[in-house]
Structure formats: structure tokens, C-alpha cells
């Protein structure tokens, strides 16, 4: 068979070894309709009701109703002649809604039953019969019409119908029926045949073909010929022996090389392909973002505790997961999230309304409305604001492609989301998925790629600036139950200590400030005789007991961590915005006496929570986009880009050989044995008095002012470019940071000032916004430095 004909009858896109791609065609007889398609994902996930629920499906009744409120129920008739739009009248409801009172309204099957956005060509049989079939991860079943289905001819004009006993390589699987039934009733049922099936141009033997001998009437307005699923093969219908999947065949039958398939799906352009067995080359592994799949239900399952809408990044809690819903046959191409989340998001979108009439949440369609970002496992990946806007309501109304999911547990990320990015399903013992952000050109026929922050990729701990001496703090949890506390994460130490119910103070200067009670954790131990003392270069200061206790950092549950449980604390302290400190030092800084106690950077890489003894910084720039990440480096940052440098441990800092500063365009040699500790935990930069004052010599008005503490200069002076030094490598800061806060008069404190007698620099948080930092506490510590844009 030619290349051309494998192409037109099967969908070919692309050959290589180990696999193949086959495009994904757009069906046109599928039309967006916001409620229609809101209700079949209620069905196909069996969704309990809640406030923001106007379909909810009834357990007891098997069906999908639709809440009635204090309005009667007289809704307009479908748009354009569709039959079987939700808004119907009673008159019109299934008879199992025979109560009045109820509050309910049965959805009538045909509303919300077959129709799909996506189709592919698979052919069946010898001579083979082309089919448009539906790929569905949301199942495990092959099932097509045939010429066996009890339906008139009028109904099988234009599909495309598998006859098994026009095929020579059909054979029927006796005593073996499949049936697919749906909440209201409807359902699609028959016998099995095994035949040969070719998709791309690959041939699958002794397939199980489910044959459709009985179709209730809601099929009929379906606009593909039947169905491949994708999911787990548990989700298999066929009874009394389920039969194995497409996918199970290829890979052991050889046909493809490994257990995986991809997505991507067009942007309205029909350009959209399934890949079998590989990965598409233009997307480049690095861009993968991986995680493992709960297959416990049968479906895609994965972990998403996050959300951003906008600029800001919400936490969902960690149990909070995501279905994968990659054209998952009679479900929304939305977006389904819980209620909270759902209600955030239209409070920020003026006119956002929930509207029963409608069937959901409504926005007039020109509103400004803000990006979003969905998660996967550890990664945030985004979708434009303008595809909210799910289908025409009328009335200059567009309904949200992001509804509730009621009272289920899962979010469903449909196809609006999967539209801007490329998903790989890795169908292996141990199943995962990767996915790849949209500003990925994944193909020649991808147009107009996502324009995705690439430092916004993922959020493992979030660095929130709190605007105090410590610029920067992140979320970490402590003890059973949990309390969550916000605390510096400071690479210049290697205490872990948090503000505690020992500590004697008044309820004024507790206020906002997050308490850890040892006494309430039934995981808390008293570390018998052990203390700790620390003292910070300002003069402050802060002592107390131990106890060992469960710590949680992101997704990441370290047990028997030493907490240093504050008793004493200086002034300084209780004006800051922190509850604690958290240091990623070297272990020889810890202050536990008489035993020095594991660092949580120790405790994780020992229990084996992270891979290896790396953490990684990103400072934001005044947009609380920062984040720390353990166990790996951020793969939006390419290897090449990284430039290392061994350090220097000898005194437990992160310190770095430092010998060269720039200044405009002038480079001045400080000498080798100058050094710099790399400090989240100081939002200045230190340096020797002499390249201090060179500094400063080149701003006009600049002095030192003994009076307020340091250099100032005015603020709307011309400051020159700097340069610092980790290494051979110099790292560019503006002039513009220079500027670190307001000295009145219209003067500003430089954010640079003397390091005194001491002997390093300091490279604090001013410096570090502009960079992207690993720090690698391996066996031979090392850091990783990048330049950010």
C-alpha cells in the first residue's frame, strides 16, 4: 500500500522507528455548547451536587438531573435546530421525574451523549472498512458501529459501518457481550469479534472488536463511527473476560516500541495528531515535565495542589488530584474545579455570575479576564484568559469553560487546557505522564505557540515576599495535626527554629504571626537535654528546646526532623513578618548542643524524598513569582545555561571564589583570594569599603550618611550597571535595584553597602533576583548559576 493511501484511509502523519502519529481530525458536526457539554462530563464522572452544580447526577435514579431553584422551569429550545439542548421544558422531561417537588430536572440523554470534538481514522477488518472512531483516555474499549446494529438504513447513511462477515480475518468471540451504559439510561451493547485493525500504518492482530448489535436512540446523533479507548485496560467492558486494549496489543505484538502515546491537539487549525510508541522529535525531553499516574480508578489520575489565576498561585492542598481528560469521549472540553476555586476565579471577572437558567457560570464576553494555570504533579502549565470564553450564551454572555465538579474529588482538565500543551501517556508498570508548555513549537503546523513565562513552569514551594528584613518566606507545615507556619529559608545558616507556644510573649506581638504547639502534635518528641542558641550579624538573637517532629515542605513529609523550639527571642524579631527560620547551609552551622542535628536538606536526601542534595533558588521580581525547589533543577533551564563553581565549605557558607566586579563598563580585579557568600537570608549586598566607595563615586549626590547608616543617594540619580563575580563569571544586576529603599528628601538607601572587617562579600537577595541558583550539597559542593533575562 502507498504512502499516500496509508495516509488518506489511515491517518498517517508520521513513520519512525519504535512508532507512529496519526492526525486528529476535527469533527465538524460538533458544536461548543456550555451547558450541553458541562452536563456529559455531570454523567460520565457521576458528579455530586453542590451550590455551583446545576446538573448533579442522582445515584438513586441513575440519571443526570438538573436543579430547578425557585424559577419555573420554561427554558428556550436549542439553538439553531440541535435536538436535545438541556434547556428543556418539563413537559419535555424523561418520565422518571415524575415529582414536582424534587427540584430537579431530568437531562435528556440526547443532549449530552456523543458529541465529540476529535475523531481519527482506524481501519478494520479484511478488506478493510475505514471508521472515524473517537480516541478516549476516559475508557478501554474498541466498539464500533456495524451492519448487526438494529437501526434503520436512514440512521447508517454517511458512517461508516463494520460488517465482520464481509472480513476474512473476523472471528467471533463466543460467549463473550460488552455493554456501555450511561447514568440516564441510554446505553450501546453487543457482541465481540477478534479482527485485524491498522492505525497509521501499523496492523494490529486478533483485536477485540466490540460490535454494536443495540444503540438507543441517543447515538444516533452522534458524529463518529464508535470509539478506541486509551485508558486502563480495568475499564474494560467486555464480560466475562475483559480483552486487552489497542495499546496492550501494539506493545506486545511488537508493533511499537514502548508503552506510550501522545497528544496534541489543534488550535481550531485540524492540525492535531496521536503519536503510538514515540515521542514526537521536535519536543525536546528536557521540556517533559513528568509525573506518576493513580491508576486506581482506571483513568489518568494526578497529583494538582495548585492553581494560578493571574499572578497569584493558590494551594489546593496536597490530596487534591486531576483527571487527564484528552478527548474523553461524552465529557466537557472544560475545565471542572471544586467551588472555592471556581468562585475565586469569576470574583475576578467583572459580570462573572453563576446562573442557574444557564446552567453554570456566565461573564460578558469582552471582560478582561486573567490567565490561568493548571497543575500537574509539581508544574503549572497555562491557558490563555480568551479561552474561558467556552460557547455563545447570547446577550453579549460567553458561558466559562470552567465549571464545578460538585461532589467529586477529582478535577477534570478537558480539552480547552490540553489544547496548549503536548501530553505523553506512558502506559508501563509504573504509568506516568509528561507534559511540555505550549511555547513549545511541537510540530511545522503549530502556528501561534503559548506565550508561557519559562521561569513559571512549577511551583514547589512558593517564596512569598513579606517585606521585612527578611525579604522572602515559604509555607512549611509542622507536626499531627499540621500547623503552617511562614519562615525564612536561609542559606547562611543551618537551624531550622520557629516561633512556639514557650515563647513568653504578649498577644500583640503574637498577632499575625503562626505558632507551632508542640504539645498538640501527636508526632512530637522531646529531644532530652539538647538547647540552641543563635546569634545574627545585627545582634539579634534566639534560644530555646528541641523536639523532633513530622515537617512537610511542599509535597515533601520529612519525619523525625529536629525543631528548634523558640523560648527567647530578641526585639528584632518580633517586628519581622516571619514565624522561623529554615537553613540550607552546610550541617557544621547547626547550634544544637551537645549534638549538632540533621538539616532537613540531610533528613530528605536519608529518608529518600529528593533524588539528589540539590535545591534550587528563584527570587521574584516584585511579582511573588519566587520558588525553591529540592531534588532537581528546574528543566526550563537548559543545562548550557547553568555555569558552576566549586565552594568553598570550610566555614559552612555557600561561599564562592569572587574576584572581579564590574561597574558600567569597567571591570576592576579585586584579587583571587576575594570571596562571596551566596545569602537568601540578606536582602543586601556586602562588599570590601574600596570598590564600596568606587561605587558610589560614580553616582552624582551619592554619600555616606552616618546618621541613617549607610550610602544614599537621590533617587532619580543615573546609576551604572553592575556585575558580580561567582567564579570566572560575572552576573549583571541593573542600576536600577540599586535603589533599595526610600531615605525621604528624596534620597535612596543603595542597596549596596561596606562588608566592614569581615572578610567575604555578601550576595544577597538584590543580587539573587537576577540570577536562577543550584545549590549542590553533594559530595563535592558546587553551585550552578544562571542569568536571568
Request: charged share 25%; proline share 5%; hydrophobic share 35%.
Amino acid at each position: 500500500m502507498s504512502t499516500p493511501d496509508l495516509h488518506q484511509r489511515n491517518g498517517l502523519v508520521k513513520r519512525c522507528p519504535g512508532g507512529f502519529s496519526v492526525q486528529a481530525t476535527r469533527n465538524n458536526k460538533h458544536r461548543h455548547d456550555g451547558p450541553t457539554d458541562y452536563a456529559k462530563c455531570v454523567r460520565k464522572y457521576k458528579i455530586g451536587g453542590t451550590a455551583h452544580t446545576p446538573f448533579v447526577y442522582n445515584h438513586q435514579r441513575g440519571c443526570v438531573c438538573r436543579r430547578r431553584g425557585k424559577k419555573p422551569v420554561g427554558f428556550s429550545t436549542a439553538p439553531n435546530n440541535m435536538q436535545g439542548n438541556v434547556r428543556t421544558a418539563i413537559a419535555d422531561l424523561h418520565e422518571v421525574n415524575q415529582d414536582p417537588d424534587d427540584g430537579m430536572t431530568v437531562v435528556p440523554a440526547q443532549d449530552i451523549q456523543n458529541d465529540t470534538e476529535y475523531a481519527c481514522p482506524v481501519t478494520i477488518g479484511t478488506p478493510g472498512e475505514t471508521l472515524t472512531l473517537d480516541f478516549d483516555t476516559g475508557s478501554a474499549d474498541l466498539w464500533v458501529w456495524s451492519s448487526q446494529a438494529r437501526v434503520s438504513k436512514a440512521d447508517m447513511k454517511g458512517r461508516g459501518i463494520y460488517d465482520p462477515k464481509k472480513s476474512r480475518t473476523s472471528k467471533r468471540l463466543r460467549g463473550h457481550t460488552w455493554e456501555v451504559r450511561y447514568g440516564d439510561g441510554s446505553s450501546v451493547s453487543g457482541v465481540v469479534y477478534m479482527d485485524t485493525i491498522i492505525i497509521g500504518d501499523i496492523t494490529v492482530e486478533n483485536q477485540a472488536v466490540e460490535v454494536a448489535r443495540e444503540l438507543s436512540d441517543d447515538f444516533l446523533q452522534a458524529g463518529c463511527d464508535g470509539l478506541v479507548g486509551l485508558g486502563f485496560p480495568r475499564l474494560n467492558q467486555v464480560r466475562p473476560n475483559r480483552q486487552k486494549t489497542p495499546m496492550e496489543n501494539m506493545v506486545e505484538q511488537g508493533v511499537i516500541k514502548d508503552p506510550i502515546f501522545t497528544v496534541k491537539l489543534d488550535k481550531r487549525d485540524s492540525r492535531g495528531f496521536y503519536t503510538f510508541g514515540f515521542i514526537d522529535e521536535t519536543v525536546h525531553c528536557s521540556k517533559l515535565y513528568w509525573q506518576d499516574v493513580d491508576k486506581g480508578n482506571g483513568w489518568w489520575e494526578v497529583p494538582s495542589a495548585y492553581i494560578k489565576i493571574g499572578d497569584e498561585i493558590y494551594d489546593r492542598g496536597q490530596e487534591n488530584t486531576a483527571i487527564i481528560a484528552s478527548r474523553i469521549t461524552w465529557s466537557a472540553g472544560g475545565v471542572l474545579l471544586d467551588d472555592e476555586t471556581v468562585d475565586k476565579l469569576y470574583s475576578k471577572i467583572e459580570g462573572g455570575t453563576y446562573d442557574e437558567d444557564q446552567g453554570g457560570y456566565i461573564f460578558p464576553t469582552k471582560s478582561d479576564i486573567p490567565h490561568l494555570a493548571f497543575c500537574v504533579g509539581r508544574w503549572l502549565f497555562t491557558m490563555p484568559g480568551y479561552e474561558l470564553s467556552f460557547s455563545e450564551m447570547g446577550n453579549g454572555m460567553s458561558y466559562g469553560a470552567v465549571q464545578s465538579r460538585g461532589q467529586n474529588r477529582q478535577d477534570i482538565l478537558g480539552d480547552v487546557w490540553l489544547k496548549h500543551v503536548y501530553v505523553v501517556f506512558e502506559q508501563s508498570e509504573n504509568p506516568r505522564v509528561g507534559n511540555a508548555p505550549g511555547n513549545i513549537r511541537i510540530s511545522a503546523f503549530d502556528r501561534d505557540p503559548v506565550n508561557l513565562d519559562p521561569d513559571d513552569g512549577m511551583t514547589i514551594v512558593q517564596a512569598n515576599d513579606i517585606q521585612n528584613d527578611t525579604e522572602y518566606a515559604c509555607p512549611v507545615t509542622i507536626g499531627t495535626p499540621g500547623v503552617t507556619l511562614t519562615l525564612d529559608f536561609d542559606t547562611g545558616s543551618s537551624d531550622f527554629w520557629v516561633w512556639s507556644s514557650e515563647f513568653r510573649a504578649s498577644r500583640a506581638q503574637l498577632e499575625d504571626h503562626k505558632v507551632y504547639n508542640p504539645h498538640k502534635s501527636r508526632t512530637a518528641e522531646p529531644l532530652r537535654d539538647a538547647t540552641w542558641k543563635i546569634s545574627y550579624g545585627d545582634g539579634s538573637h534566639a534560644s530555646g528546646d528541641v523536639v523532633m517532629d513530622t515537617v512537610t515542605i511542599g509535597d515533601i513529609t520529612i519525619k523525625r526532623q529536629a525543631v528548634e523550639v523558640a523560648q527567647q527571642l530578641s526585639d528584632e524579631f518580633l517586628r519581622g513578618g516571619s514565624d522561623g527560620l529554615l537553613g540550607l547551609a552546610f550541617p557544621k552551622l547547626n547550634t544544637i548542643r551537645p549534638h549538632q542535628q540533621k538539616t532537613p536538606m540531610q533528613n530528605m536526601v536519608e529518608q529518600g524524598l529528593v533524588k539528589d542534595p540539590i535545591f534550587t533558588v528563584k527570587l521574584d521580581k516584585h511579582d511573588s513569582r519566587g520558588f525553591y525547589t529540592f531534588g532537581y533543577i528546574n528543566e526550563h533551564v537548559h543545562a548550557s545555561k547553568l555555569y558552576w563553581q566549586k565552594v568553598i565549605t570550610e566555614n559552612g557558607w555557600w561561599e564562592v571564589v569572587s574576584p572581579y566586579v564590574r561597574i558600567g563598563s569597567k571591570i576592576y580585579n579585586r584579587g583571587r583570594s576575594n570571596t562571596a557568600i551566596i545569602d537568601t537570608g540578606t536582602t543586601l549586598i556586602l562588599m570590601d569599603d574600596e570598590t564600596v566607595e568606587r561605587l558610589y563615586s560614580q553616582v552624582p549626590g551619592a554619600r555616606l550618611d552616618q546618621s541613617i547608616g549607610g550610602y544614599i543617594f537621590p533617587t532619580h540619580a543615573r546609576i551604572p550597571e553592575l556585575a558580580f563575580c561567582v567564579g570566572r563569571w560575572l552576573f549583571t544586576v541593573p542600576g536600577g535595584d540599586l535603589a533599595f529603599s526610600d531615605a525621604g528628601n528624596g534620597m535612596s538607601y543603595g542597596a549596596i553597602q561596606s562588608r566592614g572587617q569581615n572578610k567575604q562579600d555578601i550576595l544577597g537577595d538584590v543580587f539573587l533576583k537576577h540570577v536562577y541558583v543550584v545549590f549542590d550539597q553533594g559530595k563535592s559542593p558546587r553551585v550552578g548559576v544562571a542569568q536571568r533575562s
